[in-house]
């Protein structure tokens, strides 16, 4: 049994999706302790409960501790098997990090599945719908799996209620070298709110259009939300190219100027424009997991954060598989699979 202690490295929840996710490809049991503990509320979330619970139901896997506010469990894992799924947080807590522990091993079972997960769909501290639908999917599908995923409804933090439905179609996962963006196909800059004032999406914009002043000006648009889905806004800024795309985000907060965090994320998003790597930080962190289960490939990404290198750590360590990072002339990071 593979055991994990939380409070390394990174120390947050994804050590526990991931290795959920990997445990069920595998077959390896883990226990991990300390969960989270590098948290201001260390312990499961409502959102990590959910997805430890959605391994178990996609597996028959057993799991002791399972509880919100625990800070250790135990995990054996059972035979995936596709169907129909359906799994609700019950808060705001992400869709999409509930989809990133069962992705995998759904991808790699020997039957389709079709999911429905309701909860949050834009949420701080997790990838929004759009980033997934865009960014990381297409390159699942380039793998050989073929996924399709579907935004229903809305559900920013703190209420929830949003839902998506994602159709899984099986098939091994082929290595990929992912070295280059390719030329630049098209951005867009997009407020996206429900339930609030349509001044504060406009300052919002605004300051997005100042800061990424080489964008033309039809890719700025707001788009606003009956008010029953929010209250709730986002700004998303996204950069297409021929290999890949990479989108950022700024979720509005309590007491944070809309300028702020539009500032923040066009700095954020010149930051990646201005390098050569192919993946942007959040996406490398989203494939570890495809590019080990592939057993090969590279792709190359900005410099490896903390987050990142815990999930080369515990991919490592559950499959026995070499994860290598060098840094090129140019700056950029290239992640290599054996």
Known sequence: MITIDGSEGEGGGQMVRNSCA?????????????????????????????????ACVISGAECSGLAVGASELTFRPGRVAGGEYHFAVGTAGSTGLVLQT??????LASTPSRLVLEGGTHNMLAPPFDFIERAFLPIINRM????SARLVRHGFYPRG?????????????QPQTCT????????????????????????????????????PEDAFSVRQLPAEQGPGIILMLEAAHSEVTELVSGFGQLGVPGERLARTSAARMNGYLAANAFAGPYLADQLILPFVLADGGAFST????????TAI????????????????????HLLGFS
């Not at 209620?161 to 996962?173: F, N, Q």
Request: charged fraction near 20%.
């Open 102 to 107: 069962i992705l995998m091993p759904l991808v």
């Open 144 to 147: 050989g799996p073929q996924v």
């Open 22 to 54: 990997l445990s069920l490809v595998t077959g390896e049991p883990f226990r991990i302790t300390n969960v989270r503990g590098k948290r201001s509320k260390p312990g499961l979330m409502r959102q990590h409960v959910t997805a430890v619970e959605a």
């Open 161 to 173: 209620g949003g839902r998506i439905e994602v159709d899984i179609t099986p098939a091994p996962l």
């Open 313 to 332: 750590d515990i991919a490592q360590r559950f499959t026995g598989r070499r994860i290598t990072i060098e840094q090129a002339p140019a700056g950029e």
């Open 180 to 215: 280059t963006r390719g030329a630049r196909t098209g951005v867009a800059a997009q407020v996206v709110f429900s339930g609030m004032p349509f001044a504060i999406a406009e300052r919002m914009l605004a300051r997005a259009r100042h800061d990424l002043a080489d964008w």
């Open 302 to 309: 900005v410099k490896p954060s903390q987050h990142l290198l």
